[in-house]
């Protein structure tokens, strides 16, 4: 029994586009097991808000009545699912206020959520996945990291599909959780890549042919220049990272020890006489 | 000399009249009452933090088990033994999850002598894989506190000033035969500022009261198997560090992961130096990390390079330490009543099925109880506090 959770970022464009591959994803993981189980998070600059199961339906037993006179004879659970999604995306749209320029979301989160949502729901194997168009928020590291580890201690495997830029957070979340990283080509085949690379759970996966893992940089960043270094010093008071000595730690201000030579007393040395 | 402290025996004290415990309600049913047992004992106490305290990160750990004739009693199942070599697997799993950069070694004592079982190292897998051997040993004799504690003051001494050196005893024998006085070394602990917590398995003695009481450690005794999980993993948590450990800057090595596959012209096999210590016999290898002082190759994370003695750690294992340092506030536990607005747990989106739920005193959400167990116990962080873009 697997428990899948989406996370969807909004992108400049192809939104609607998004939406739809995701919607073929969702729909193919309940058809899947009959135990499957399917949560949806909407993430953006303000806050995260889950569009799939909605809490404004009460239960989705009065949406399940409208919809199940469909003309195409769908399965109710798919039917509802993509009516709830698209119904809060636009509830979602209509309330977010786009507050100047920034494209950054809170991505630490709506993971954050989706853990304690996975845990209460099932006590099994679990998998989640990440879709991201915005760029990584500097502000969240320390978060995002305890996110991650929480998830690699319950064994949830997070993965990734990237449809912009490179995120090294979540290339760190995939790698420590085991999950997948991928960077996709071309937008227009969101789809395909959800079905092929991101449907099937873990055991699965050690039979297919997957794209290989991407190789992350664990390099550390130095708290004084923000530049990646490969030998440090790390204060042993508050753990921060700097590149150069220096005898006191702008963090926590402590005062280090130095390690001073050992001073050595001049000897008297007796001068031989001229004779 | 001994300023002991005046606290009742557990005989001292009055009667515990435990049938008072469960109450009946006027229909005579007894649901209310194991309801509210239910709930408590989904509640653990969240052990209060301690605030603004420096904390000890990079830890060297001795555990000292005993393994004299005593062990071989079967209060604990099967024995005392194998259950206790089980809950360490378990202790040594958490405390390197919590700890990454700290160490643990493993010391037993019997027949009167102690000897080393691990050394003190980074690598959980070692001291797994000897724990695990470890239940095969015979118990016999009589443990010696004093060889044990001489054995592990003779590294702990050379370790730098600004970790911590802890000793962790499990002592389930009620007797220890010393070659001297126990007391000369407990103030030769004092001075190297070595910290040793005893956990008794059958009944208070007085000299483990007197060793830990002056080197600042804690000693309790075990009621059950779970109360002795309860009590180990309390020391995962790093301690307040004394107030003359030395601070300073450590040097440490972020190695990059190169993972090359036999397909590149490029990537050449090498050996990788941890086989130096595993009996398994050298093996190329065509990925690892690589040091970045003296380029010598190791599989994994933390490890100390044997060339060059430079610490390699990769930035996740720093970040695993963080929460240590800024700890989650408790949540207020409120009535369900008493909360205007829905009632939906913000974090998992259920029902409020309990009475009670517990709100961020900072961002005033509301929890139920599971979530606010996880939240504290592994996220370390409140999910609605995060989405306010002050919060770091």
Known sequence: MSCYGFHIFFTKFTLSKCLDAVMVMGNSHLALTRTNKLAVIASHCQDSHFLYPSKSLGGGDGAADDVSSTRDGKYELLAVANSTIAAEIRNVLSKAEVRGNSTDTLLAGSLAKALCCILTNSHLVCLEQVIKAAEDCALQYMNFMNVIFAAQKQNILIDACVLDSDSGLLQQACDITGGLYLKIPQKLALAQYLLWVFLPDSEQRSQLVLPPPAHVDYRAACFCHRNLIEIGYVCSVCLSIFCNFSPICTTCETAFKIQLPQMVKPKKK????PA | MDEEPERAKRWEGGYERTWEVLKEDESGSLKATVEEILFQSKRRRVIESHGQVRLGMMRHLFVVVDCSRSMEDQDLKPNRLTSTLKLLEGFVDEYFDQNPISQVGVITTKNKRAEKLTDLAGNPKKHISALKKAVDSACVGEPSLYNALSLAVQTLKHMPGHTSREVLIILSSLTTCDPANIYDLVKTLKCLKVRVSVIGLSAEVRVCTVLTRETGGSYHVILDESHFKELLMLHVKPPPASSSSECSLIRMGFPQHAVASAMERDARPSFSMSHLDSGAGPGLSLGGYFCPQCHAKYS?????????????????????????????????????????????????????????????????SVFCVECDLFIHDSLHCCPCCIHSRAAL
């Open chain 1, 270 to 273: 007796k001068l031989k006489m």
């Open chain 2, 300 to 364: 994994e994370l933390p490890v100390e390079c044997k060339v060059c003695g430079l610490t390699l750690v990769s930035a996740p294992h720093l970040a695993r330490s963080f929460h240590h340092l800024f700890p989650l506030q408790p949540f207020v536990e409120s009535p369900v009543e008493e909360l205007q607005g829905s009632r939906f747990c913000e974090a998992c989106q259920g029902e409020l099925k309990d009475k009670s739920a517990f709100v961020c005193p900072s961002c005033r």
